[in-house]
């Protein structure tokens, strides 16, 4: 079993900062390809940041520029640094991950989000 874990989110003023962290816990597992998306209140999901095994990364132009996603493999864990913080980032941003488990196939494993929230 795996658990994909986001924290460091919150409430900050337009122009600010925030870094969100994700923690792949488990007992055995390979992570290929990771990313973060978001989700705000009546709007579909999107992609924010996608980051290779090897570190390569693409953004969309709404971030761009903005956000940096980086990992530490050594640590399983994912990063995602945030400035110039704008009101229309306010959503729940989620952690997603391309892992494969013993006895499993590779699959797309998800942690349950962390709210992050840019007052005008």
């Known amino acids: 079993q795996v658990q994909l874990v986001e924290s460091g989110g919150g409430l900050v003023q337009a122009g600010g900062s925030l870094r969100l962290s994700c923690l792949v816990s488990?007992?055995?597992?390979?992570?290929?390809?990771m990313g973060w998306y978001r989700q705000a209140p009546g709007k579909q999901r999107e992609l924010v940041a996608t980051i290779s095994n090897a570190g390569t990364t693409n953004y969309p132009d709404s971030v761009k520029g903005r956000f940096t996603i980086s990992r530490d493999n050594a640590k399983n864990t994912m990063y995602l640094q945030m400035h110039s913080l704008k009101p229309e980032d306010t959503a729940v941003y989620y952690c997603?991950?391309?892992?494969?488990?013993?006895?499993?196939?590779?699959?797309?494993?998800w942690g349950q989000g962390t709210q992050v929230t840019v007052s005008s």
């Open positions: 997603n991950a391309y892992i494969k488990i013993p006895w499993r196939d590779w699959n797309d494993y």
């Open positions: 488990g007992i055995s597992f390979s992570i290929n390809a």
